[in-house]
DNA sequence: CGGCTAATGTAAAAGCCATTAACATGAGCT
DNA sequence: AGCTCATGTTAATGGCTTTTACATTAGCCG
């Protein structure tokens, strides 16, 4: 193992690097940049402050990304497969039933939003087009798998006459929930004063739309 | 009626200011910015590139702006004034009965996002705060109390005993709107391949969501 | 009409950023 | 030990933002 090279950067915060070679230069940038984006939004962002965060120069960044776009498309990758971990772990491949793992899935969801804001923002707002690279577009997918792969195991048990097809019900649930997240799922700024939490808020939208479909098992009052 | 100053810049186009005042400066600035967002993101606009739009200096905006920022913030609050007249017209009151004219809001949610991308993600994804500025603020909240008003019909005509708050609903087709629009709304970049138009989605979207809250008349089969 | 003043523009400069090219260092292999 | 390539640095270019000092002129007042 090359302990002499490796371990630096890796763990060590922002301690700066010692030789004329960083060690581990590529993640301590993606480690800048979502700092920075978490401090500053995706367009107060810039490379060069990023550089400064590893100890740098400004032109070093370059030996590892093209330009400042792909450093966000990557950080973005990174959320997306992070996000995609934990959506699956939500869902637990619907155990115990599909709408108590749907609900975890909901919760999970804004807690990434909220707790993650950087990457959110990255993966979602940062207008990074997704045919930057086919990995981008592949780890989107794969996140949007989890939720199609709860929307099918929703469909699949109501009677097939009334059985709504999985892609719509996924495409409204992500909406809803990107929709919310967007809107109201983050602390600060542009927050409305409401009379619930995102959280809340999704969980009751979901259960008023499930109900729609037909799923008798979901909420059977109005919430309020 | 002044016309040797007023009739210039205002429909003058790109031609270009005559004298060493341009006339209608603010204005002109505020459409280059317009424009420019269409073309290429919140991000990508520059305050020095609409001074050059508008035939000016790039100090020349400083003196009806305070800085960029406070431009982009003038674009959304303008984008809030013509986003409220739009969903006004749509709903019309809710004539001839709310839920058509839910639906023709919905259409006009998404044609605005569709036609008018720039005002669109001035208002929800440059980043700005509402907070901003008191009349930023203001015009939002016009702007979705169309929405709030829409609930607030729908809830009427519900028996009490199972009536939802009309806030919760409101907030709820919004955040449904918003993500469809948001994730699939527009034209080229970021966009999925979709089974259908985003429209018709947010419409399937709306009408499964109703039937949930136990409005019998909205779409009694689920959609496919 | 003639002149004052405030509004509106311009020019120039400082400071930051992105990006590139030429050069330097040293890690890892042979 | 020496070679070579990956990884950094320095320096330079060009653009953007914002400020300061100065220029022009529109509108008003006598």
């Given at each position: 193992m090359s302990w002499s090279k490796h371990e630096r950067g890796g763990a060590e915060g922002a301690g700066g690097p010692r030789g004329y070679h960083h060690g581990n230069l590529k993640e301590a940038l993606l480690?800048?940049?979502?700092?920075?984006?978490?401090?500053?939004?995706?367009?107060?962002?810039?490379?060069?402050?990023?550089?400064?965060?590893?100890?740098?120069?400004?032109?070093?960044?370059?030996?590892?990304?093209?330009?400042?776009?792909?450093?966000?498309?990557n950080v973005a990758l990174r959320g997306f497969e992070r996000f995609e971990v934990v959506l699956k772990r939500a869902w637990d491949d619907g155990r115990p039933d599909a709408l108590a793992a749907l609900d975890r899935l909901g919760k999970a969801y804004?807690?990434?939003?909220?707790?993650?804001?950087?990457?959110?923002?990255?993966?979602?707002?940062?207008?990074?087009?997704?045919?930057?690279?086919?990995?981008?577009?592949?780890?989107?997918?794969?996140?949007?798998?989890?939720?199609?792969?709860?929307?099918?195991?929703?469909c699949?048990?109501?009677?097939?006459?009334?059985?709504?097809?999985?892609?719509m019900v996924a495409l409204h649930i992500w909406s809803l929930s990107h929709g919310v997240a967007s809107l109201f799922?983050?602390?600060?700024?542009?927050?409305?004063?409401?009379?619930m939490s995102a959280e809340e808020l999704l969980e009751a939208g979901v259960l008023?739309?499930?109900?729609?479909?037909?799923?008798?098992?979901?909420?059977d009052r109005p919430p309020g």
């Open positions: 480690r800048a940049a979502l700092e920075l984006i978490a401090q500053k939004g995706p367009a107060g962002f810039t490379f060069a402050e990023a550089a400064r965060w590893a100890g740098v120069s400004p032109a070093a960044p370059y030996r590892h990304f093209r330009d400042r776009d792909e450093l966000l498309a804004m807690e990434f939003a909220r707790t993650e804001p950087a990457y959110y923002s990255a993966m979602f707002e940062a207008g990074i087009p997704l045919s930057t690279s086919a990995e981008l577009r592949e780890a989107g997918e794969r996140a949007f798998a989890v939720l199609r792969g709860a929307a099918e195991k929703l699949a048990q109501m009677p097939a006459a009334k059985r709504p097809p999985a892609l799922g983050r602390g600060d700024a542009a927050r409305r004063t409401l009379p008023v739309y499930l109900r729609g479909l037909g799923l008798s098992a979901a909420g």
